[in-house]
């Protein structure tokens, strides 16, 4: 039993007669029940629903207090290689992309780590292209090794990995993994991943669970909003994180909302997912999952984010850099997208201090 039984349940829903019959009132009632079901959280994704944004935003902003306080968490992604073997049209790390690999060694990963640790951030997201053999499970565990001594949470966005291989980079030190299916609709996923180990639907979609039941401490999935129909996708993705918050208790579940961003190489074959967009899924997200965490990155504008920020967002990253080494080294690689909101950690403190928010650079510590 995986998520891929529950998805080939309502793969094929129709999901345009769902939409033609929903009523202002049914709008109105799913936004005043306690707890939702996934048809009341696709009615709050329909298009109906774009005249309830506001009602939609007062409950999640309640909620979010409620659950998580008013504080949000702090981190910066490290991207310590950029080496890649899958041919993925949407990626600027396309193995067929012309662009700058590199490869940080032991002693510029411990650079890197000293670096970022300055601005006082005690959370990191390490990263690598998805080459198996430039960054192998031993090469992630080095580098964990090194940045336990400045770290209290590592996260890892890697290729997928068996559930052993999950057991042991937990036993190291990681204690997150994010992971994006990045499409769900299955005819799209093979178009798009051309050529590569990516190409594996199946595989990719039950990493997230194979982490869980290696028992990691959480969990953030998402799709790349822009592949497919923005509803589908947030709805599908709302329905994975549900699975797995029902499944393993013990491990926190949390959705990222990125959007495709401009990249070395072209691809043209976007569906659009405008600002308002957006915010509806991550409302809708909120108020169907009440106690999930959501992450929104530097993809989007500096205004946009801030104004996101007391609407259900608990995760942001700060002082980001897409390029390999790109904290410390002074050769650059080329980078996997370009960032939009290009503000450093303090920048970022002090916009959350003046929100009433209170920026988290540590909230919890490995024992």
């Not at 080496?83 to 490869?103: A, E, L, T």
């Not at 205004?303 to 850099?321: E, Y």
Request: aromatic content about 10%.
């Amino acid at each position: 039993m995986s998520f891929y039984n529950e998805y080939s349940k309502i793969k094929d829903f129709d999901f345009s007669n769902f939409f033609s019959e929903i009523t202002k009132q049914d709008i109105q009632r799913v936004i005043n029940k306690e707890k939702l079901d996934k048809y009341d959280f696709l009615t709050l994704l329909s298009p109906a629903a774009e005249n309830f944004l506001e009602e939609m935003a007062q409950k999640s902003h309640r909620l979010t207090v409620q659950n998580f306080g008013k504080i949000m968490h702090l981190f910066t992604p490290m991207y310590i290689a950029n080496h890649c073997v899958n041919k993925c049209s949407y990626c600027g790390f396309n193995v067929s992309n012309n662009i700058i690999r590199k490869k940080l060694t032991l002693e510029e990963i411990e650079q890197e780590a000293k670096a970022i640790s300055k601005t006082g951030l005690r959370h990191i997201l390490i990263l690598t292209g998805e080459s198996k053999k430039d960054s192998p499970v031993s090469y992630i565990i080095d580098a964990v090794k090194i940045l336990k001594k400045y770290f209290d949470s590592i996260a890892i966005e890697i290729y997928p990995l068996t559930e052993e291989e999950y057991s042991k980079v937990v036993k190291a030190g990681v204690d997150s993994l994010t992971i994006y299916q990045e499409v769900y609709n299955e005819e799209i996923y093979d178009r798009v991943h051309i050529a590569g180990p990516k190409k594996n639907y199946d595989f990719r979609l039950n990493a997230p669970e194979r982490a869980c039941k290696a028992r990691i401490h959480s969990v953030n999935i998402g799709a790349l909003l822009g592949l497919d129909d923005w509803r589908k996708e947030g709805f599908f993705t709302g329905l994975h994180a549900l699975y797995l918050q029902n499944k393993y208790s013990d491990t926190e579940i949390s959705v990222s909302l990125p959007r495709i961003r401009p990249h070395v190489g072209s691809f043209n074959d976007i569906f659009l997912v405008d600002d308002k967009s957006l915010v509806q899924i991550l409302l809708a997200l909120r108020l169907f999952l009440p106690r999930a965490g959501i992450t929104i990155s530097t993809r989007e504008s500096q205004n946009f984010r801030d104004n996101l920020i007391p609407l259900g967002v608990t995760k942001m990253s700060g002082g980001v850099s897409t390029e390999v080494g790109g904290h410390s080294s002074k050769t650059k690689s080329d980078s996997q997208f370009e960032i939009s909101d290009k503000r450093s950690v303090e920048e970022m403190k002090r916009i959350l201090l003046s929100k009433g928010y209170q920026p988290v650079f540590k909230d919890w510590l490995q024992i």
